[in-house]
C-alpha cells in the first residue's frame, strides 16, 4: 500500500470516529432533554373531559383511570391494551365491587402498541363524538403516547394525567441502571416515532412500522 493510500485511510478513519462521535454527543444531549420533558407531576387534576383513556403496560394505569372515572373526571373511560391478564382480572375484580353502572360506562380494546394505542382510541372517539380526553399513561410514555394520540386526533384536546410507578426513579435517574435503560429505550421509541411521523407528513402513503410498548 502506497502512503498516499495509507494517508487516505487515516483521514477516512479519523472523519467516521469523529462523525460517530459527534452523533454519539448529539444523541446523549438529546437525551437528556427528553429525560427532562417527562412530566413528574399531574398538572391537571381537575379538568372534567369528556373521556378518560388509560393505555395498559404498567403498574398503576388502570387503577388510575377508574379512579378518576369515579371521581367524575370524565363520562366514559377507555382501556386500550386490555388484552393483559393481570389488568382484566384488576379491572373485573373492581367492577363486582360496584353496585352502580360503572361497567356501562367503560369500554376496552385491544392494541398490542403505541400506534395501535392511538389508532382505536381515535376511532372510539369518534364514535362517540368526543372532542377531549384524559389521557393516564406513565410518566416515561407519556411524551411518546401525546406524539401518537396528537398525530391521530389532531382537534382532540388531551390532558395528561401520568402515572409513577414506584420501579421508576425520574429524580437522577442516570443513576440507576434499570430507570436509565428504560429512558434510553424510551427515547429511541419516541425518535422513531417522531422521525417516522415527519416522514408521513412529507408521503402520506408511507408505510408505517410497528414500534413496540
Known sequence: ??????????????????????????????????ADSIPDTVEDAETHTDAIVVLTGGSGRLRAGIDLLLADRGDRLFVSGVYRGVEVT??????KQRTDDIEDRISIGNAVDTIEN?????????????????????????????????????EVKIVPHPVFPDHVKQ???????????LTASEYNKFLIAWLRLRIKDFDPDAAEPAVGR
Do not use: C
Not at 120 to 141: C, D
Open 171 to 181: 429524580d437522577e435517574w442516570w443513576a440507576w441502571p434499570g430507570t436509565a435503560a
Open 118 to 154: 392511538a389508532i382505536e382510541t381515535a376511532a372510539w372517539m369518534k364514535e362517540n363524538g368526543f372532542t377531549s380526553m384524559r389521557l393516564v399513561t406513565a410518566a416515561y410514555h407519556m411524551p411518546r403516547s401525546l406524539l401518537e394520540m396528537h398525530d391521530m386526533m389532531p
Open 1 to 34: 500500500m502506497s502512503h498516499r493510500s495509507r494517508s487516505r485511510d487515516r483521514r477516512s478513519g479519523r472523519f467516521i470516529l469523529t462523525s460517530l462521535l459527534v452523533l454519539l454527543a448529539v444523541w446523549t444531549g438529546g437525551l437528556f432533554l427528553f
Open 90 to 95: 384488576q379491572l373485573l375484580a373492581v367492577l
